[in-house]
């Protein structure tokens, strides 16, 4: 690549040509991107298990965004200078995306949509939503607000896997966009004009181009479209997913998300409280490469053979 990409301290942002690194003295910046995409994200996540696989000496660990990762390295170990060789040698060393591998875990969360406490929550918060009025929900809302029916809604947020791009702001919450290579051409919804005080616990909202599950009572202003009947956060670890791990959903996951009413959500639910449910979820190899060159048809194909 070539060396004026790579910047230890960036112009102003309209010089700025990507990707760049920015450093400091004890932290360093590599920027994938400008902009959001599945296919960078997967580039991005691709980088930080190639730093964090090559053991750099003096390097203490390194976490992730959607589109840029930050190494937290000691001074006294490595010289900046010769992190920032090591950190592009790696680049390019995994610039081809065929050698790109995942192994993600597929979940099935089941959702019911436009469900009493999604409305409840809206209501009573509803003076800082754009319908102030309470007379239409916040699924019924986004619909209309793509032209489309409830049920065309309900399909469409149903109709392709999504992937597990970055964690969220609290421990548990993860960021879901629809595995499409073009989300500027995807349905985006609007945030609330205000952030409500709390959402429900287990609560899937819709904001700009990404889904979220809430892994319990926080505040939001994400599109409360529903409430996802199993838990993607346990503390009590009873559930078989979350005996190693408090948390349900790692980065570069796959959730497919399925429609359910109201007699399915309540028997989900009673077996979740019971211990006993168990989660709809599979391994396997998933190559970046084969989603790129035909993203509908590998959604489709992968849909097919998780049902």
Known sequence: MEKSRYTKYPATLKELQYPYISMQD?????YVSESFS????????????????????????????????????????IDKDDLIKEIIAI?????????????????????????????????????WHQVKDGSISNFKYSAQLNNMTSEEFERLICSRPCWCDADGFVIGIMGLAPMT????????????????????????????????????????????????????????????????????????????IRSIKEDEYKEIRAEVEAGKYKYKRQKRKFYPKDWAEDPDGFCQQLMEEFK
């Open 91 to 127: 680049v390019e060393s995994v610039a081809d995306i065929s050698q790109w591998v995942f192994e993600p875990t597929i979940t099935e969360l089941p959702v019911w949509f436009d469900d009493p406490w999604s409305i409840k929550c809206y209501l009573e918060h509803k003076e």
């Open 26 to 30: 004890r932290y360093l910046c590599y």
């Open 181 to 256: 290579k073009k989300l500027e051409e995807y349905i985006h919804l609007p945030k609330w004009e205000k952030s409500r005080p709390w959402t429900p616990n287990r609560g899937f909202v819709w904001g700009g181009s990404h889904f979220a599950v809430h892994p319990y009572v926080t505040p939001g202003g994400y599109q409360l479209l529903g409430s996802c009947a199993v838990p993607v956060f346990s503390r009590e670890r009873i559930l078989e997913p979350f005996q190693e791990s408090d948390v349900l959903l790692k980065v570069g996951d796959i959730v497919i």
């Open 38 to 77: 599945i296919l960078e994200n997967m580039r991005n996540q691709a980088l930080r298990r190639a730093v964090l696989e090559t053991k750099i000496p003096g390097v203490i660990e390194v976490s992730m965004g959607q589109v840029a990762f930050m190494v937290h390295f000691d001074p006294f170990r």
